[in-house]
């Protein structure tokens, strides 16, 4: 069985360790874990692993966060699977730093990226993750929050906030999205 497991965040250098690109944090994480590297692929850097039976392909889209679903769509329909063998792992500010919580479905929101995907693909039946970025940001100043750096104490808690994540990832591979739901959300 494989996986498709996309992380969302911004290509280049200006966006990395910022809050918006935690997709692509938490999958260098764990392809680092697994001992695999990231190629350039068609739209989105990809690597892939096996573990316990189980094909896990990872992409970070480089089509930029608003067009994620250009890169999603084309591996979806290159490697053949059904939403339902997706995972998105994007950002929300609805949940305080840290907070993991998994959905089967559902609307995109407010994130450009889940809405551009649910756009591209034609359905919002598929699994995602959301990692709590929190709002601490003054009104009017919500883009310069999502795409500003980690305070030096989220920095401090973003390894094991990170590592959760990971486990989500293959507890959903291996055993399904409402078993990992059921794990993770309870946190």
Not at 63 to 91: C, H, I
Not at 126 to 143: H, K, T, Y
Not at 144 to 157: N, Y
């Amino acid at each position: 069985m494989k996986f498709l497991i996309a992380g969302l965040g911004n290509p280049g250098p200006e966006y990395e360790g910022t809050r918006h690109n935690i997709g692509f944090q938490a999958l260098d994480a764990l392809a680092a874990g697994f001992g695999v590297r990231f190629n350039a692929d068609r739209y989105a850097d990809m690597a892939q692993f096996r573990h316990k039976g189980r094909t896990f392909i990872l992409i970070k889209p480089q089509t930029f966060m608003n067009l994620s679903g250009k890169a999603v769509r084309y591996w979806l329909d290159q490697e053949r699977l059904s939403p339902e063998q997706l995972l998105v792992v994007a950002d929300d500010l609805a949940l305080p730093f840290g907070k993991v919580r998994l959905r089967a479905a559902g609307g995109a929101g407010g994130h450009n990226g889940l809405t551009n995907i649910i756009e591209l693909i034609g359905t919002e039946g598929f699994p995602r993750l959301r990692f709590g970025i929190g709002n601490d940001f003054a009104r009017g100043r919500q883009s310069e929050f999502v795409l500003g750096r980690w305070s030096v104490e989220e920095e401090k808690e973003l390894p094991d906030r990170i590592e959760q994540v990971g486990k989500a990832i293959l507890q959903f591979g291996l055993l399904g999205i409402a078993d990992a739901m059921n794990h993770f959300n309870k946190r």
